[in-house]
């Protein structure tokens, strides 16, 4: 019973710390590009319609432009909102244009992907 105080406080904190980690942007802006929390490259796809609530990329496309999966119990705010993918996850958009990475960036910065095909951008 002498560390029920201690477990009632370290619960206590964590409720109170809980909101503040939902609370980080899904992204950031890093050397004047859209990055993700562990600073690698963020592209949106000209097959993307900007408000659909919609992503083109499936399949093999998929596999190589990973979707910016969102929690459930994520968010939208300001420009970033969220979509529901054709296989029911979650995936963040910003200013309506679904968010995705590159599996050929390796490190932070990467932007290997800019102008992939004509159709694949980093977002400034």
């Known amino acids: 019973m ?3 105080p201690v477990s009632l406080v370290a619960l206590s904190l964590a409720a109170l710390l809980a ?8 992204s950031r802006m890093a050397n004047g590009l859209l990055v ?12 993307d319609v900007a408000g659909s609530n ?16 969102a929690a459930a119990s994520a968010k ?14 979650l995936q963040w ?19 290997t992907g800019d102008n992939f095909k004509d159709v694949w951008h980093v977002v400034k």
């Open 19 to 26: 909101p503040i980690a939902q609370a980080e942007p899904v």
């Open 54 to 69: 919609k992503s083109m990329c499936n399949g093999p496309c998929i596999a190589l432009w990973p979707a910016v999966a």
């Open 93 to 111: 958009a910003y200013k309506g244009k679904p968010l995705y990475t590159y599996t050929a960036d390796k490190k932070a910065g990467d932007a």
């Open 36 to 47: 993700n929390a562990s600073g690698m490259t963020l592209y949106t796809f000209d097959k």
């Open 76 to 89: 939208p705010e300001g420009d970033y909102s969220i979509i529901t993918r054709d296989d029911g996850s």
């Open 2 to 4: 002498k560390n029920l």
